[in-house]
Nanobody, 121 residues
Framework: QVQLVESGGGLVQPGGSLRLSCAASGSIFSINGVGWYRQVLGKERELVGS???????DYADSVKDRFTISRDNAKNTVYLQMNSLKPEDTAVYYC???????????????WGQGIQVTVSS
């Protein structure tokens, strides 16, 4: 089994920065894909950005040039660096990892528990 634990959320003033972490543990052979999502109460979960296995990234227009996804393979941890935060970035943020549990294993999807980010003065 694989567990994901998110950290780094909280309250920040507009214009500030936060870095979210998503640490994976358990039976992990490789992380083949990363997605960060966010959800506001009463709205659908939306994709913030993603990283493919080769490292290429893609971002929603609303966060492009402000948010950056990175990963530390040695720690099985992925990050979402959020700069120039705006009140409309307030949401619960979720990481999603595509994980292979062995060299011949299929890939499985795992979600983090979600973490609150509040941007307010």
């Amino acid at each position: 089994q694989v567990q994901l634990v998110e950290s780094g959320g909280g309250l920040v003033q507009p214009g500030g920065s936060l870095r979210l972490s998503c640490a994976a543990s358990g039976s992990i052979f490789s992380i083949n894909g990363v997605g960060w999502y966010r959800q506001v109460l009463g709205k659908e979960r939306e994709l913030v950005g993603s990283m493919a296995s080769g490292g290429s990234t893609d971002y929603a227009d609303s966060v492009k040039d402000r948010f950056t996804i990175s990963r530390d393979n040695a720690k099985n941890t992925v990050y979402l660096q959020m700069n120039s935060l705006k009140p409309e970035d307030t949401a619960v943020y979720y990481c999603k990892l595509v994980v292979r549990r062995g060299p011949l294993s299929s890939s499985y999807l795992y979600w983090g528990q979600g973490i609150q980010v509040t941007v307010s003065s």
